[in-house]
């Protein structure tokens, strides 16, 4: 049903309530019920209040004032006014359904319990509500059985057939979502009963609410934002679909869950589940303290509500208080011996802080406490196959999705480890490569080597050995990457280290230019290693900035660079202080900012070295081994607080800036968005020797004309200015094309090497430089500028082939066969003269045993290929022939 | 080896003897734009040239048809209507001896209106079934029909019969954007490549796999999704192939069918006088066939045993060119 129709309802409603009960009463209960449910909620609690002095004999006054109440968290009065409904009208049961709900809120179970007993035994005309609280109650206290014996008996009810009321439908739809777990079909029956109960009272809300919170437990997160956003159109401040909505918003990685979140407690600040959420979003944050406050205040409105204990267990757990947490987890089995959903939060929350060994450890628990918990398998699934432990976690995710297969999150994951059965898996002592068998021969050429390089520099480096073996695996779709990090396809990143297993893009995932997967791959392997040698606690800014910096460190341009787009943030103050990096990575304010804190990051660790030394930083990684907190290690390792840390990075950015800074003041008055995503064109020229965005501005407009003179030494005052700057549009290209056009290629290759120096992925640049090189006789530098195509994109054979020629005559025969491996590797049609080249470069590398091994199957296929033959014959001649 | 077992074996069968013609007709279809046309007569007259240059086919058995005669008359036979068609083919089929090859090859826009599958042409589109009746002009003589336009597939089933070689760009009439199988079947014929087996010859079966999968290479380089899958048909069971080869369902004809103007140097041509070098050339397709034979043996061997008879085949033929070369006055290599 749409808004229109739903809102005209309520207004139907209104009309037909004033002509069943007196017509004063009736349409000021019906006035009260509509402030009430478009979240007029101070309106609401005043008129029924006014109607319940009026006449305390009014079940609906009494009942909207109680819940009213509710609805904004005044549990107490909320009982209070139950209560004196009671006292007014003789034990009437018709309230204690509401006074029980206002207890239940307060986690006076026992009494709650006997409220909901007084409406079912008094026969309340909504007696039905209060028998779905007890199961619920039951349920809670882990009487399993007979809770959903008690569920069960709603479909009996159901089935009866009489006509029901939108409340009475609300309750048996909820009855019989708790029977999802015995199975899943019954959530399409949910689903249907709260269609009826929508259909019953469009007005109504809480069916639309609950059906949001069901396709939110299905991973449906479209169809639950739809739910939500149906409520929130009606009443924009209905806290629990303010909730929902905050959930989806988490879930689809979309900026707003803490504001939303924070607007349904600004309505009810005493809703427990809103508070669990935020804490939980804290604890995305690394804010342990700030999660902790959060269910402190939790659970002073509710002392003995589950996920509050659980979150609060977690919370501990992550700030190294295990007594703490293992005491809470004793408290949540006491009040429920089967609660699994304990060991599902602690899972899901470990997981979130990439501690996943443990995520595997808790979801096992949680299978253990509850057999039916598909969740709990799921998650232990997912997190098997972040510890590499593939078959096991397909096993698990196979048996949740049979029992629940709506969960989105396990769907995507089946079928995209189905995908691997056309992976190949290749294995050293250190890696385990999976790759996509169509280019799995050609990444391993390049990806073994490197890969082998890195851990042992970075083995060096940390002083430390990560558990080996390393899985790496290589997708060819960016779809399937995605699923394997998040479950769900739109993952923005390019690679992700899980400790033990790394998952990135494979090159033909993406255009060529858009990543360099040499360097995303020693990104990925810095925070394996930072993971381990911090027992997975490093916080999430740290390991990032400091992947960056390994980057760079592990070859020249690579890594990400400074850009105008950074330093106009940081002229504009949109950085972060230190303290707040994650925040740019967890909660960016605007598009930018993830790549900048990325920047930024790294930038501490170049600042770090320099000041401290790189044992400083490994000093670092075992304080957050140990349990500190960023303060702490900051106070432990660098004698210093984060504040001040800030203060001295923030003047290192300053002074190592300082003329690209200069040269961009003049633009200040121009908004951020113009250097969305790096550098762009848009500023107002001036003849300012010294604005940075002017003279390349002039050099762009110069070389569009054609009149290259001129464009010159602007592009060179540009450079000058802002020498590191080596993006898309920079002055180094187009300088390096005026010289190739101009015949001076000595220059135009100095260009295009300072560039592709700085500059990790520019494809283009290093094909032309590698071409101006050759045609300047210097085969090694071209060779290396071809070498450096390779880790962008790897597929074009033809570069191969030249690379190999090139290595040739520099001499370097490992290399042109590896070359000549990667054209083979790329499956040519003409594979007879491929193989050859092969057989010819082990020959002159002096493999004989290589070289007749392809030159047979050269000929095998090619008997008549001559050259071919006189190697065969060479080989012979030279002692290589079967023995 | 006698003449009489080197012909017994089959595989030499469809070189072009020394009486046999080899006849080739390009028709460029209509264009629609100008880049289309451009690059319609590029490939086509890069094919003539090709079998003219490269491979030896003579001039006067090529014929190439175009949308604009004006384009490049020198070169242009006719324009490429439905009539003119009929007319060149009917000469060819007029001068063509029984064992002759004709080439037929389609470059343009190809469409399927009211069920049937047409041939973009200035004029009539003529249909496949119009095609599949011109061809009873050609009841002996071998037959390479290439229709390398979009919406091609359903050429197949009308076209194929025995001794015909069948290739379309598509798998059906419903892959209708523009195909690049053209481009590339040209390119096996143009430039090195295509020769996979090494013998300095390209076979359709070469040509037509070296144009599938460049096609392939580009759609994946490019990151699309491939909307051309060609299909070669030769055993005239009217259902194409799309990976052909010897051990597949098609392809057997089409790997002893060679665009030349003449069979390879060697034995068949009677071109050798010397009856040193003749005897050579019969030991060197000796070893070759014997290499074929292990070959076809191969997964019922143990591989050592495999891996060594074959060195030792390969040895003896690698020797045995030597020596023909050394006599031929080339000396090694």
Known sequence: ????????????????????????????????????????????????????????????????????????????????????????????????????????????????????????????????????????????????????????????????????????????????????????????????IYDEAIAADPANLDPRVEVGELFLEAYAGGEAAEAFEDVLQVNPSEPRALVGKARHLRFAGSPGAMETVQRSLEVNPNLVPARVFLAELLLELEEYKAAAQQIERALEVNPVSLEALSVMAATRFLQGDEAESEALRARVLELNPRYADLYVRLAETSARNRLYTKAVEFAQRAVE????????????????????????????????????????????????????????????????????????????????????????????????????????????????????????????????????????????????????????????????????????????????????????????????????????????????????????????????????????????????????????????????????????????????????????????????????????????????????????????????PNNFLSQLGYGHSYVEQGSYDEAIPHLQRAKELFPEFAGSGSPYWYLALIHKEQGNLERAAAELAALTAINERDYQANLQLAEIREGLGDAAGAAEALKRTAYIYPFDMRLHVRLAELLSQSGDLQGVIRERRAVLALDPVDRAEAMYQLARAYYEAGELSSARRAILRVLEDAPSYEEAQELLLEIHARGGGTR | MSLATLIATGWLLTLPQASEQVHLVVVSGLSGEPRYAERFHEWSTTLCEAAKQRWGVPAANIAYLAEQTDRDPARISDRSTWENIQRTLGDIAGRAGPDDQVYIVLIGHGSVRDGAAKFSLPG??????????????????????????????????????????????????????????????????????????????????????????????????????????????????????????????????????????????????????????????????????????????????????????????????????????????????
């Open chain 1, 1 to 192: 049903m749409n808004l229109t129709r739903a809102l005209s309802a309520l207004v139907a409603m209104v009309l037909a309530f004033g002509a069943l009960a007196s017509p004063t009463s009736a349409q000021q209960i019906d006035e009260a019920r509509v402030a009430f449910r478009t979240g007029r909620y101070e309106e609401a609690i005043d008129m029924f209040e006014r109607l319940t002095r009026r006449d305390r004999s009014s079940v609906a006054a009494s009942r909207g004032f109680s819940r009213a109440l509710f609805d904004v968290g005044r549990y107490e009065d909320a009982a209070d006014a139950a209560r004196r409904f009671s006292r007014d009208n003789e034990d009437s049961p018709e309230l204690q359904n509401s006074l029980g709900k206002a207890l239940y809120a307060k986690g006076d179970l026992e009494e709650a319990e006997a409220a909901f007993e007084r409406a079912v035994q008094g026969g309340a005309s909504d007696a039905p509500l209060a028998r779905l609280n007890l199961a619920v109650l039951s349920y809670e206290r882990g009487e399993r059985e007979t809770a959903m014996e008690e569920f069960g008996r709603f479909i009996d009810v159901y089935n009866v057939g009489r006509d029901f009321t939108s409340e009475e439908l609300t309750a048996v739809g909820t009855a019989i979502r708790y029977l999802r777990s015995d199975d899943w079909q019954y959530a399409r029956d949910a689903l249907r």
């Open chain 1, 369 to 688: 406490l509850d057999e039916r918990s598909w969740r709990g398998y799921a998650v232990l699934g997912v997190n098997e196959l972040r510890v590499g432990a593939i078959d096991e976690g397909k096993g698990h995710l196979e048996l949740a999705f049979e029992n629940d297969p709506f969960d989105i999150w396990t769907k995507n994951t089946l079928d995209m480890l189905d995908t691997f059965e056309d992976y190949t898996e290749e294995r050293n002592d250190l890696f385990i490569f999976v790759i996509d068998g169509k280019e799995s021969e050609l990444l391993s050429l390049y990806l073994a080597d490197l890969a082998e390089e890195a851990y042992e520099r970075l083995a060096e480096k940390y002083q430390y050995r990560a558990p080996t073996p390393i899985r790496v695996e290589v997708f060819r779709s960016h779809a399937d990457f995605s699923v394997r990090t998040i479950g769900l396809i739109g993952l923005g990143a390019l690679g992700v280290s899980f400790g033990p297993v790394i998952a990135m893009d494979s090159p033909s995932a993406r255009e060529a230019s858009e990543f360099n997967w040499g360097s995303t791959f020693w990104h990925e392997l810095a925070h394996t290693f930072h993971l381990g040698l911090s027992d997975h606690r490093v916080p999430r800014w740290f390991s990032e900035g400091l992947a960056v910096h390994e980057e760079r460190a592990a070859r020249p341009g690579w890594g990400d660079d400074v850009s105008p787009s950074f330093l106009f943030a940081h002229l504009h103050e949109q950085l972060l202080p230190i303290g707040e990096l994650n925040n740019g990575f967890a909660r960016p304010t605007y598009p930018e900012q993830v790549i900048h804190s990325y920047y930024q990051a790294s930038l501490v660790f170049d600042l770090i070295e320099r000041d401290y030394g790189g044992q400083a930083i490994v000093a670092m990684l075992e304080g957050y081994r140990d349990g500190l907190s960023n303060e702490q290690v900051f106070e432990q390792v660098l004698a210093t607080s984060v504040d001040e840390f800030n203060d001295v990075f923030f003047d290192y950015l300053e002074e190592r800036f300082d003329g690209p800074l200069s040269a961009l003041r003049p633009n200040l008055d121009l908004p951020p968005e113009t250097f969305r995503e790096g550098f762009q064109r848009g500023a107002e020229l001036t003849d300012d």
């Open chain 2, 124 to 333: 009539p589109d003529p249909t496949a079934s119009d095609f599949a009746d011109l061809l009873q002009l050609f009841p002996t003589q071998t037959l390479v029909f290439v229709n390398a336009a979009s919406a091609s597939g359903d050429f197949i089933a009308a076209l194929s019969a025995e001794g015909r070689a069948v290739i379309t760009a598509t798998r059906s009439g419903r892959e209708r954007t523009e195909t690049l199988f053209a481009r590339f079947l040209v390119e096996a014929y143009a430039t090195d490549g295509a020769d996979v087996d090494k013998d300095e010859r390209v076979s359709v079966l070469e040509a037509f796999n070296y144009a599938r999968r460049e096609v392939a290479r580009v759609y994946e380089s490019e990151n699309r999704l491939l909307s051309e899958h060609a299909l070669l048909d030769d055993d005239g069971d009217g259902q194409g192939t799309g990976e052909p080869g010897l051990g597949a369902e098609d392809g057997q004809l089409a790997a002893t069918l060679f665009l030349s103007g003449s069979a390879e140097p060697g034995v068949l041509t009677g071109e050798i006088s010397d009856p040193r070098l003749a005897q050579m050339y019969a030991e060197k397709r000796a070893l070759e066939e014997q290499v074929a034979a292990l070959r076809q043996r191969k997964e019922e061997m143990d591989t050592a045993t495999y891996e060594q008879e074959l060195e030792r085949l390969l040895l003896a033929l690698a020797l045995k060119n030597r020596e023909i070369r050394e006599l031929e006055g080339e000396g090694p290599r």
